[in-house]
């Protein structure tokens, strides 16, 4: 049985900026991640996506449309990775619970393990999306 944890990307308005927040305490205490967290036994994934992203960011589905966007299981860590993404329909005002919380430039180079959690995967997330987009045609290429 794999323990199930989600991690949100959430864009500004504009498409330009995601939301991070810099990790307190491990795993990746110091360094910049989506936010995110377990998902409850009683809960859809989307439900858990949607619940963790209001406590985390004060961010509600009115706000935004969540995107189940791909989910990956580390076996011998027996966790299953669920990833969603969202754009706001217009600004919030954050609320933060445990970590601060910040806008990034989409162009920062999320590869760069010294500043963001999940080795590489942060990059990978934010790549898969904005090519989803353009071929959407939601976005330029």
């Given at each position: ?13 504009t498409g330009?900026?995601?939301?991070m ?8 205490k110091?360094l910049?991640n ?11 994934a989307?439900?858990g996506?949607?619940?963790?992203l209001?406590?985390?960011t004060?961010?509600s589905?009115?706000?935004l449309?969540l ?14 990775l ?10 919030v005002?954050l609320?933060e ?8 430039d989409v162009t920062?180079?999320?590869?760069d ?9 942060i ?13 959407k045609?939601l976005?330029?290429?």
């Amino acid at each position: 049985m794999y323990k199930e944890v989600n991690v949100i990307a959430v864009f500004d308005k504009t498409g330009k900026s995601v939301l991070m927040c810099h990790r307190q305490k491990n795993p990746y205490k110091g360094l910049y991640n989506f936010v995110g967290g377990k998902k409850n036994e009683n809960e859809t994934a989307v439900e858990g996506a949607y619940r963790e992203l209001f406590e985390e960011t004060g961010i509600s589905s009115d706000d935004l449309d969540l995107t189940y966007l791909f989910s990956t299981r580390y076996h011998l860590d027996g966790i299953e990775l669920q990833v969603f993404y969202g754009k706001l329909d217009h600004d919030v005002t954050l609320i933060e619970e445990k970590n601060p919380l910040l806008w990034i430039d989409v162009t920062e180079n999320f590869a760069d393990d010294t500043r963001f959690a999940g080795q590489g995967n942060i990059k990978h997330i934010i790549d898969i999306i904005h090519e989803s987009q353009q071929r959407k045609g939601l976005i330029e290429q």
